[in-house]
């Protein structure tokens, strides 16, 4: 029993400033402002003025198209960001995991979307037992398999629960991810569903991810495939399989959320349709796959459109570790700080740490490769940019970055840490 | 002050059974069999006897090339497996950065070399003050400036610090890394150093990393290099500018290591020269970019070829999710859990998860793309793999998988878990 491994080592933070040698921690960064070089780097910064115009666009968004959005938690994985997302009126939380549920139940979270079909016995066990003793936590998932079906319901019924949980049958893509291929199996599964007594039918989801916004195709397959999903719906209507007294339709990542609208709003079914949404990367935006999408989404949208824009409020700042040639600097940040799956981080401004300093723009830099613990700077030969600058990224795809950082600062419009956030990555 | 937003987050583990919901430690997971579905999945695991192999692979290899290895710790950033390393007989750990220090030295290690240029002012600062309050911690770093020099040094004499802290210049390759890039600037430096009364010159340190065996030129370029650095240690050699009883000539990642304990070995200087490599990854192995760099080491050098081979100790086990298609399977595993920098996770074995299940191979299985949290399995349509079943995946690039995990378990050969090494990636 070694326990002394796992407790022996105190937990220390990225863009912490070392300065106590136990501490354990982070210390008192509230106040500390990036751009003096009051902290250490590199450091992950959520910008407070981009996060409430975010939110404000996506509260516009749903209310104007009179949808929900139950926002993706994976994303961060934070749960202070998880309550900030319910406070602005989400009133369910998506999850990708049962771990992921756990994570948010240990913060107080009682209502959860389990976006994929759970499998594991001891992640069903954990959720039988938690909807058993607790009456107000709540929990709903998806399936796409008689299998998947009887594992929860064996579960919830080793366990005495006493309710009937709410599921999702997931329709997939054909070559795609999880999900039903067609109707049939979709109405295969509602049937079985209406003889399980720890079961009920709340709905449909889809996900329309597995398509992009760079195939010329890509956007009337995902209106085809959301379509598929309105059929569908309405076969097993047709039927009277569903539960409730509304029918649940949801897809919908952060590229093609305006399509969801549009095409689920115009379900007519047996009784009135939620439309929800599952967004989890418009609340930090960014500055390349979903930068693009969104340029897509304003030109194809004119609510959207009408709004505004999203702003990215997820940046990097690193220093300018060596200057080895003329055109090249290397910077102290790599694969372990910034994302890597969706484009390299773009340089977009910079500063020499001292007080008062400003950011500037930083043009015609550009990341060419990162390394571990490096990224490698194509420059112009006339850089200003020195040993011990501060280079800010903006980054592509926020959900690889946060899986990087136990911590993240968020900071007001002059770069001053306003408030700490945590991720717990499980 | 928003303290409250650090400290309300309780700390949750991947692999950590959901026994309980209020958990913030792993309990007790010693003793349980991953097989027998008895933990969480993904999990991700080291194998005991692959690592203990390695171990003793590297030991006589350095042995019989009388040569020292500084292993890196940045590719497990766990103090646990820092402390292994260090009782193996290495006399010093290599790191990237001085908040990895930082995390080392929380575990009581002592001896460090910061394998990079310090720049950051509160990294520097941290570094001095401990240097000079306790004399029994020791760091060395690398300069490739003067600039980092100046930086280094003023911290050390703002700290009072007694003692003269040894340093390497780093030499580079062009269009590479950090590093001077010519022997005239490598001079420069070291009668900069010598006036400098904070630092010493211990030796010169590389890194031919940025070289890759799948270049058919890269072993010739890798030796160039090498042979550079050699004639750089003799020209500064040659005006007496190391400092020390020894010159120390380091280099090596985990592809080309046996080049550096050649090349390095035959240096013939004005003192005895040591050669240390800083090899990261030989503890944990691959089945993927080291696994084939190891390939062409054993066809050069019979040294390493004699000693045997290293063997893939780090596996990710993971669960089919959905079988939406008869030849794909999707497992709930993804870019969160795996890396996917060097080529995407292996699946080879597999066990329907019950009390004494084996793993069995599994061949003609392919991962074809990783989402966040998702693995796309290609597989023949008589494919054995259900929904529940568990799948074994070896990487590529073990520092990309240590990274996205914070803890990890040993298991023996049967799968039984003995111990757990947490990770502070910082």
């Known amino acids: ?35 003096d070089g009051a902290i250490s780097a590199p450091i992950a910064l959520l910008k407070r003025q981009a996060l409430d115009h975010n939110a404000s ?24 960001i998880f309550r900030w997302q319910l406070n602005q009126g ?39 037992r938690e909807l058993t003793s607790d009456p107000t936590f709540e929990v709903m998932c998806f399936v796409d398999s008689v299998a998947g079906i009887q594992r929860f319901a064996s579960a919830l019924e080793s366990a005495g629960c006493p309710r009937r949980i709410g599921v999702f049958i997931e329709v997939g893509v054909p070559n795609g991810r999880a ?21 009920q039918l709340s709905g449909l989801a889809g996900y329309e991810g597995v398509y992009t916004p760079k195939d010329p195709e890509g956007l009337s397959k995902v209106d085809r495939y959301l379509e598929q999903v309105v059929a569908t719906a309405r076969a097993i209507d047709a039927e009277r399989l569903f539960a409730g007294e509304k029918i649940i339709l949801s897809a919908g990542g952060s590229k093609f959320f305006d399509r969801v609208a549009v095409i689920f709003g115009k379900a007519q079914l047996s009784r009135a349709v939620e439309v929800v949404i599952r967004c989890g990367c418009y609340l930090f935006h960014d500055v390349g796959i979903y930068e693009e999408a969104m340029r897509a989404v304003y030109a194809r949208d004119p609510i959207a459109s009408g709004i505004g824009r999203l702003r990215p409020a997820l940046e990097i700042w690193a220093q300018v570790q ?13 694969r372990r700080e910034s994302s890597y799956d969706a484009g390299l981080p773009t340089p977009q401004s910079w500063c020499r740490p001292e007080r008062s300093a400003q950011a500037r723009p930083l043009e015609h830099h550009r990341v060419i490769a990162l390394n571990d613990q490096h990224a490698f700077l194509d420059m112009p030969a006339d850089s200003p940019l020195d040993i011990g600058d501060l ?10 970055v946060f899986d990087k950082w136990q911590m993240l600062c968020v900071v007001d ?14």
């Open 1 to 35: 029993m070694n326990h002394a491994l796992v407790r022996d080592e105190d937990t220390f933070f990225r863009g912490m400033p070392l300065s106590d040698g136990s501490q354990s921690l982070p210390p008192d960064l509230i106040g500390r402002r990036v751009l």
């Open 179 to 199: 999900g039903v291929r067609t109707v049939d199996e979709a109405l295969t599964l509602a049937r079985v569903l209406a003889g399980v007594p720890q079961l």
């Open 391 to 400: 280079v800010g990224f903006g980054i592509s795809h926020p959900c690889t």
């Open 90 to 128: 989400a009133e369910w939380l998506s999850l990708a995991s049962a771990t992921q549920a756990h994570v948010a139940r240990g913060a107080g979270i009682n209502r959860v979307l389990i976006a994929n079909q759970v499998v594991n016995t001891f992640d069903l066990d954990y959720l039988a």
């Open 322 to 334: 060596s200057r080895p040639e003329p055109t090249r600097a290397i910077v102290a940040m790599g």
């Open 413 to 426: 419009d002059d770069y001053v840490v306003t408030e700490i956030v945590r991720t717990s990555f499980t």
């Open 57 to 80: 666009w996506m509260r516009s968004f749903v209310r104007q198209y009179g949808i929900s959005i139950w926002p993706h938690g994976k994303t961060s994985m934070s749960p202070t």
